[in-house]
């Protein structure tokens, strides 16, 4: 949304960073900085420095950093358009679109009163139609009272082709909104239709509770058995996850989110009191929903049913690597069952000793890649140690390598350093083919091991403080680490448009950038030792600089035969004086 720069900034100078960050976690103030619990990783220490004047947040332990909004977005699930607008409402602050973006708002608020009308319409529906009978029979059948259907918010599609469809239309609903919102389709006839005929209905919600699309259940007829809501602006299943709504608050609370199958299966947890399950919307479980997840728990666990099928559908679902580093895990339903049918026959205790004896997902993978291969045969116990070298290999810690080789090398007989070896070679193979076995993740962080990057990050410090000095100074042709003269770039101009004397807004100037000059500035504006002299680490810069040239200079007269070129060579050793009479000079003046 093209929201006006100054409301962005008014919603920023109106929100209290500190005061954002201990609604959702434990805080401690210590003068102008505050220490947190961080609330994106587990820890029991503090370990978030929060910055009220600077608004800006760096975590020491899983490197998350950034401004307000930042904040809200990881916290919160959301994009920054999300995030502040959120802040704006809390500041009491009337955001301003331009003409185009607020014709896109009102598009997307209209398909989403129009789904919420669906929802309701359903609902009603299902509750007073007679021809939902055989809904009402179905739902009471898995054990759904009227409670249940009031808090999930399920529903009834009639059979009849245009029941919606007339309804959304004496609502005032355009045709065009219909379709967008994936309620209704163009029959051959050119007849709005609705999309959903004779289904009983379960509505999901994105993380904002707001309902964004359906999952229907066929109960008779032909068709699919399940069908979802088509992609729509609103409604993309590889960034949702049913229930989350309901269960995001007990995830963050427990530490724990639990993945079922399917819609049944998250309400018969939740009516069973374990309101942490979430299911995907008729799609696989894959990247997208493990970051949608890390905003609230470090530990997710897959828990499907014990038979081929769910089984295979956990190890399809993850060839990949994992790309957050969470703790994944994997339950095996007992008895071949489904949770939900689980919890109707009154097993839900076996159901979360299930989760509760969940083991690391590589370790199910290496579970059932060895139990596919006849290890009393030398060819099998040799294809299974390779296929386990591959899984092994993709794990970011070589503590945890070798922990699972060891367990490779008792389950087949064969030795560690044989193991080890082939755990090895996936790893170099990967590494030579751009794609590296094991990743955490994150950005590697940037060091400052040389006195020039150091002292380099201390005229940025500076810069970001609105020294006089270093203001007034134009060093772009001193810096000599790449990343730290792009951030000089990229951090000047919008210093020197600053007034003199103003302190900046740090979250507004390097903003909530993922790139490395982005992370690196948050980090070294976060820093609580004194900013360092101006005089000195200028002057510290130019000796930097001018051993630059006296080596050049150095290399150059090497390069000039004296007896062939008396006057050239002349030349260029008067230069070099120069420069190291300059170079004492700085000495001298430091």
Not at 483 to 499: K, N, S, T, V
Request: proline share 4%; net charge neutral; glycine share 8%.
């Amino acid at each position: 949304m093209g929201y006006a720069r100054d409301d962005i900034e008014r919603v920023r100078a109106a929100t209290d960073l500190v005061e954002l960050v201990g609604e959702v976690t434990k805080i401690r103030r210590t003068g102008r900085s505050s220490m947190a619990v961080c609330p994106f990783h587990g820890e029991k220490t503090a370990s978030m420095s929060v910055d009220g004047v600077k608004g800006l947040y760096n975590c020491f332990g899983c490197s998350e950093s950034g401004d307000v909004f930042k904040f809200v977005q990881a916290s919160q699930s959301l994009n920054f358009t999300e995030a502040l607008e959120l802040l704006a409402r809390r500041a009491g602050i009337t955001l301003k679109l331009d003409p185009k973006d607020k014709q896109r708002r009102s598009e997307r608020e209209a398909i989403l009163e129009a789904i919420a009308s669906a929802v309701t319409f359903y609902h009603d529906r299902l509750k007073q139609g007679p021809d939902a009978g055989s809904a009402r029979s179905y739902l009471r059948g898995r054990g759904y009272d009227l409670d249940v259907v009031e808090e999930f918010g399920l529903g009834f599609s009639p059979a009849s082709p245009s029941a919606l469809v007339s309804h959304l239309s004496k609502l005032g609903v355009k045709e065009s909104v219909v379709v967008a919102a994936s309620l209704g389709m163009k029959s051959r006839q050119g007849r709005l239709i609705d999309r959903f005929r004779g289904r009983v209905m379960f509505p999901i919600f994105d993380v904002r509770g707001d309902a964004v699309g359906f999952g229907a259940r066929l109960l008779d007829g032909d068709g699919p058995k399940y069908l979802n809501s088509s992609e729509s602006p609103v409604y993309q299943k590889s960034r949702l996850l049913y229930g989350l709504n309901w269960a995001k608050g007990e995830i963050v609370r427990s530490g724990e989110a639990v993945i079922v199958e399917g819609y049944t299966d998250v309400i018969a947890m939740h009516a069973a009191d374990r309101p942490v399950a979430v299911a995907t919307c008729g799609t696989a479980f894959g990247e997208r929903h493990l970051e949608l997840l890390r905003r609230f728990t470090e530990r997710v666990v897959l828990a499907f049913d014990a038979d081929e099928a769910g089984t295979g559908a956990a190890l399809r679902g993850f060839e990949l690597d994992n790309p957050v580093n969470l703790d994944l895990r994997m339950a095996l339903m007992p008895g071949g069952g489904d949770p939900a049918d689980l919890v109707q026959e009154g097993r839900i205790d076996e159901v979360q000793l299930a989760i509760d004896k969940s083991i690391p997902l590589i370790q199910f993978r290496l579970d059932r890649e060895l139990a596919d291969h006849n290890l009393a045969e030398p060819e099998a116990r040799g294809r299974a140690i390779r296929r386990s070298a591959e899984i092994i290999a993709r794990h970011p810690d070589q503590v945890v390598r070798h922990e699972y080789a060891v367990l490779v090398s008792r389950r087949t007989g064969v030795d560690l350093s044989v193991v080890t070896d082939a755990v090895r070679a996936v790893g170099r193979s990967s590494k030579s083919a751009g794609t590296p076995a094991a990743t955490n993740g994150k950005a590697a962080s940037f060091e400052l091991t040389t006195g020039r990057s150091k002292a380099e990050a201390g005229v940025l410090r500076l810069l970001m403080a609105n020294d006089p000095l270093v203001r007034a100074t134009d060093v772009t042709n001193l810096f000599g680490t790449d990343l730290l003269a792009e951030a000089y770039a990229y951090l000047r101009p919008r210093i020197e448009a600053l007034d003199e004397r103003s302190k900046p807004d740090l979250g507004s100037v390097i903003g909530d950038g993922e790139d490395e000059r982005s992370q690196f500035l948050r980090s070294i504006a976060m820093e609580r030792r004194p900013l360092p002299d101006a005089a000195d680490l200028l002057n510290r810069l130019r000796l930097f600089d001018l051993d630059d040239r006296l080596t050049a200079a150095r290399a150059s007269l090497d390069r000039i035969d004296p007896d062939g070129q008396p006057e050239v060579y002349s030349q260029q050793f008067k230069a070099l004086l120069a420069l190291e009479q300059e170079k004492q000079r700085l000495r001298d003046q430091g």
